[in-house]
C-alpha cells in the first residue's frame, strides 16, 4: 500500500509541475453588435480558454513558470449571416528575462481578416495535419506562431519545427477564407513566408541574438549585453537594405520602440548615440521617442 501512495504521490507531482504550454488570456468582445443574444459568445469565450490553455501543442514538457504568456481578443465586428461572424484578433505575446521579473514584448499584431461560423455548443475542433473549422485554424497557426519566436529566442532556430506546422496549416487552409492567400499584403501568409525563407534568417536570429545575448545577460553584464544588442540591431538594419518591406522587420519595432529606449537610457552617452542614430534610421516613424536617449 506505502509503495502503491509514492506512485500516486509521484503521478501527481509530474501533473502538478508540468502542464501545458500557454498561459493565455482570451477574451471574446461583442461590444459592436447589439440587439442580439450575447450567450453564444460567452460560451465561445470559455471555449476557446480551454481550447488554448488545455490543449497539448508540444511534445514538450513546460514547467509552471516556464508557460508562454499571451493575450488573444477576439471581437465580433459583424454578423455576416446566421452563425456566420466577421471578426478581428488582437494578439500579444511576450517572454520572461532570464533572472528577473520583466517580460519582453515579442510579438504585437492585428488580424483584421478573420471570418468564422459558430453556433452555440458546437465544439472546436482543430486537426495538425487537415482543416477542420476556420477559427481553429487560425488560432493554432498563431500558437505555433508564437511557439516558434518563443523558441527562436532560447536558442538559434529553435522554432524550426513550429514555423513547419504554421506552414502545414496555410497550406491546407488557403482554399478556405481570407487571410491564407500569398496575394494578399501583411497576412499569416506572409508572417510566415519571413520567418521560414532562409533569406530572411536575419529576422530570427535578431530574436536570439537580442533576447539570448541580450537582454538574458543584462543581469550579469551589462555593458556586453547591451554590445550584442547594439550587434543584433545592425545586423537587422543590413538585412533590411538588401530585403527592405518585409511585414516582421515592422513588427519587431511595434514590439520594441519603448523597450528600446528604456534599454538604452541607463547607459552610457557614447552608446545612447550609436543607438539613438541607428534607431532613427531603422525606425524612423517612432524617431521621437529615440530622441530621448539624446537627453
Request: charged share 20%; glycine share 4%; net charge negative.
Amino acid at each position: 500500500m506505502k509503495k502503491i501512495l509514492i506512485s500516486i504521490l509521484l503521478v501527481f507531482t509530474v501533473i502538478m509541475g508540468y502542464s501545458q504550454e500557454f498561459k493565455a488570456r482570451v477574451s471574446v468582445s461583442s461590444q459592436k453588435l447589439q440587439g442580439v443574444d450575447k450567450t453564444p459568445f460567452t460560451a465561445l469565450e470559455q471555449e476557446l480558454n480551454s481550447f488554448v490553455n488545455e490543449r497539448k501543442w508540444t511534445t514538450y514538457n513546460f514547467k509552471s513558470e516556464e508557460k508562454i504568456d499571451c493575450n488573444i481578443q477576439l471581437s465580433i465586428e459583424e454578423i455576416a449571416a446566421n452563425g456566420n461572424y466577421k471578426a478581428k484578433l488582437l494578439l500579444q505575446l511576450s517572454r520572461t528575462i532570464f533572472n528577473s521579473n520583466y517580460s519582453s514584448s515579442l510579438f504585437t499584431h492585428q488580424d483584421n481578416d478573420l471570418t468564422f461560423s459558430y453556433t452555440l455548443n458546437q465544439p472546436l475542433d482543430f486537426d495538425n495535419n487537415s482543416f477542420q473549422h476556420n477559427l481553429t485554424a487560425v488560432i493554432g497557426f498563431y500558437l505555433y506562431f508564437f511557439l516558434g519566436l518563443e523558441f527562436d529566442s532560447f536558442s538559434q532556430n529553435g522554432g524550426t519545427p513550429f514555423y513547419s506546422q504554421c506552414q502545414t496549416i496555410v497550406n491546407y487552409s488557403s482554399t478556405h477564407l481570407g487571410g491564407w492567400d500569398p496575394g494578399e499584403k501583411k497576412n499569416r501568409y506572409w508572417l510566415l513566408e519571413n520567418m521560414s525563407n532562409p533569406s530572411s534568417e536575419a529576422l530570427r536570429s535578431f530574436y536570439y541574438k537580442y533576447h539570448r545575448l541580450g537582454l538574458d545577460l543584462m543581469h550579469k553584464d551589462i555593458d556586453e549585453a547591451l554590445e550584442n544588442i547594439l550587434q543584433a540591431l545592425e545586423d537587422l538594419n543590413q538585412f533590411n537594405r538588401s530585403k527592405s518591406g518585409t511585414i516582421m522587420y515592422g513588427m519587431i519595432f511595434t514590439a520594441k520602440s519603448d523597450e528600446l529606449v528604456n534599454v538604452f537610457s541607463g547607459s552610457s552617452e557614447e552608446m545612447r548615440n550609436r543607438a539613438y542614430e541607428l534607431l532613427r534610421q531603422m525606425d524612423p516613424f517612432n524617431e521621437s521617442k529615440y530622441s530621448k536617449l539624446q537627453k
